[in-house]
């Protein structure tokens, strides 16, 4: 994750005080132009090459035999969230391998300067799986939900956090499993230089990010069979605590500051704290409440807020970065379309002036009501009376005038638009990545699974 480096141990248990003191990691992440730089993260589901059933963390053919070959053969670190505890992650060169709690795979690359980059990151670990999973007949799919395995199919990441979101979310919407263990994303990470720019970009995102996710659905799949939809993953999102996730009413509106994105994010319930390594359990409190009262005589700190905050899980995310989430996972030939599209529009001043110009009468009201339409139909779902598929193609435009005015260019000469080219050409055809996976499928296949299974695989 670019940008979110670790603090001192003494600044991040420095005690808060005030509200005002809960604006401290926006501020510090500013950063001039010249040095911003994008960060992707792609995840996958890892699966038997024969038979689509999910591996496991552990075991002869798991996870972590995977994560102990990497090691081995590539020179990635092991990290470990205790002393001697579960191998549930690697680093190397400012990217990580991190597991999410079904076993999904991610890797979070380190922040670079152009999509060129990026795609190399991408493909380079993609190879370095290649052989570690032809000896074990594994595949890897990238798609938005997981297409076959049931939640008992699944086996838990030994990670604390995951334990305590396993225990909490389900009192709090019926998807918080499923999002945790079946989802997968494609997300993009961007800095800002200012805190105006920063919430312009949260602004603009969040009201583009369901048109977002009907451009990359891609998950039209569940249980082994046709859902009827093309994005099981954003009908998921419908219905996983309200109170973390979602478009942050509170934010759409031109002028606000980081201390509104503050008023929000306070008020969310928590998952936990740390303590000299313990792991302090506290969902019955909002961060609000904490930073008032404590709890069992703990008093709040920066490490506490910042861990806090990646606990939250909008379609846009302020952190350190501004993290864009609103897409399903891809295959390989598309992963690299959405920190392109985002690029585009974020790192182009133009490019965004007129995706704002797009957006600016988009009401909140009106882009929660598409959003179930979106799970189901994707870009044939309409807005304002018309298929979202004119808007994608109008916002694939003004991303593509940003990249070509990036001009960043790579050995063969072409800029970034390159990596739009796949995605535009679905478009135009009014078509998400789902429509392909779908195209000629029906439940009464006999040989679903298989065809499925060859589709998805990555």
């Not at 009192?171 to 200012?194: E, I, K, P």
């Not at 796949?422 to 135009?428: D, G």
């Amino acid at each position: 994750m670019m940008a979110d480096a670790s603090h001192g141990s003494e600044s991040k248990s420095q005690p808060l005080e005030t509200f005002d003191d809960l604006l401290f990691p926006f501020h510090e992440a500013t950063k001039p132009e010249a040095l911003h730089r994008i960060g992707a993260e792609a995840e996958k589901f890892g699966v038997d090459a024969r038979t689509g059933a999910a591996i496991p963390y552990e075991g002869e053919r798991s996870v972590l035999n995977i994560l102990q070959a990497l090691v081995e053969r590539h020179g990635w670190t092991p990290e470990h969230e205790t002393p001697g505890g579960p191998l549930i992650a690697l680093a190397r060169a400012g990217a990580s391998v991190t597991l999410e709690p079904g076993g999904q795979l991610e890797l979070s690359g380190a922040p670079l300067e152009n999509i060129h980059q990026i795609c190399m990151e991408m493909s380079g670990h993609l190879a370095e799986l290649r052989d570690i999973s032809a000896e074990l007949k594994l595949a890897w799919l990238g798609i938005g939900f997981h297409p076959f395995a049931r939640q008992d199919d699944l086996s838990w990441v030994p990670k604390a956090r995951y334990a305590i979101m396993r225990r909490y979310l389900p009192t709090r919407g019926a998807h918080g499993l499923d999002m945790m263990r079946r989802t997968a994303t494609v997300q993009a990470n961007f800095d800002y230089a200012s805190e105006e720019a920063a919430m312009r970009a949260l602004r603009v995102s969040l009201r583009l990010s369901p048109l977002v996710t009907a451009i990359f659905a891609n998950s039209p799949f569940y249980e082994g069979a046709l859902f009827g939809g093309r994005s099981y993953r954003a009908k998921v999102w419908l219905d996983v605590d309200a109170a973390r996730q979602g478009l942050i009413r509170n934010v759409l509106e031109r002028g606000r500051r980081f201390s509104d994105y503050v008023a929000w994010a306070v008020d969310a319930p928590m998952f936990l704290f740390k303590r000299d390594g313990e792991v302090i359990e506290n969902t019955g409190q909002t961060f609000r409440d904490f930073l008032e009262h404590g709890f069992e005589g703990h008093r709040a700190t920066r490490g506490d807020w910042e861990m806090h905050l990646n606990t939250l899980f909008p379609e846009v995310r302020l952190k350190r970065t501004l993290e864009v989430r609103g897409a399903d996972s891809l295959p390989a030939n598309l992963v690299c379309a959405l920190p392109a599209l985002w690029a585009g529009i974020l790192y182009d001043a133009r490019a965004l002036d007129e995706a704002d110009a797009l957006s600016e009468s988009f009401r909140f009201d009106e882009l929660e009501a598409v959003r179930p339409k979106i799970a189901e139909r994707a870009l044939r779902a309409t807005f304002r009376g018309k298929p979202l598929a004119a808007l994608a193609e109008r916002l694939v435009a003004i991303a593509s005038g940003g990249l070509a005015r990036r001009a960043r260019l790579n050995k063969n000469g072409k800029d970034e638009r390159v990596h739009l080219d796949r995605l535009s050409a679905l478009i135009a055809k009014g078509q998400s990545p789902a429509d392909a996976l779908v195209d000629g499928l029906s439940n009464d296949d006999p040989d679903l699974r298989s065809k499925i299974l060859e589709r998805a695989r990555i």
